[in-house]
């Protein structure tokens, strides 16, 4: 298992989306977190798990899909820690600038 890192503009982006989660799913509030603890798991036991993130300047970036709330978590496997790199809605095409 590794450990996971979450940089600053991911977790400006988490939160962000976490905020606005909570205020608009009243029906479901904590399927945001939910379903990005799971994915946290994920990546730790599995880093090489998510597709191949494509278009993007940095290498070995994958990507996961948080399929119940439409998010793509992007990350890299690194020597000592998965680093969480950004968290993208699947709603604004293509993906972030990485």
């Given at each position: 298992?590794?450990?996971?890192?979450?940089?600053?503009?991911?977790?400006?982006?988490?939160?962000?989306?976490?905020?606005?989660?909570?205020?608009?799913?009243p029906?479901?509030?904590?399927?945001?977190?939910?379903?990005l603890?799971?994915?946290?798991?994920?990546?730790?036991?599995?880093?090489?798990?998510?597709?191949?993130?494509?278009?993007?300047?940095?290498?070995?970036?994958?990507?996961?899909?948080?399929?119940?709330?439409r998010?793509?978590?992007?990350?890299?496997?690194?020597?000592?820690?998965?680093?969480?790199?950004?968290?993208?809605?699947?709603?604004?095409?293509?993906?972030?600038a990485?």
């Amino acid at each position: 298992m590794s450990l996971v890192k979450v940089t600053r503009r991911a977790a400006t982006q988490i939160r962000e989306a976490a905020q606005w989660w909570f205020e608009n799913r009243p029906a479901a509030p904590g399927a945001f977190r939910d379903a990005l603890d799971q994915a946290f798991t994920l990546i730790s036991h599995q880093p090489e798990i998510g597709a191949e993130a494509t278009n993007l300047k940095l290498i070995g970036v994958r990507r996961v899909h948080l399929s119940r709330v439409r998010y793509h978590l992007y990350y890299r496997a690194r020597p000592s820690r998965i680093e969480v790199l950004a968290l993208w809605h699947t709603s604004r095409g293509k993906g972030p600038a990485l």
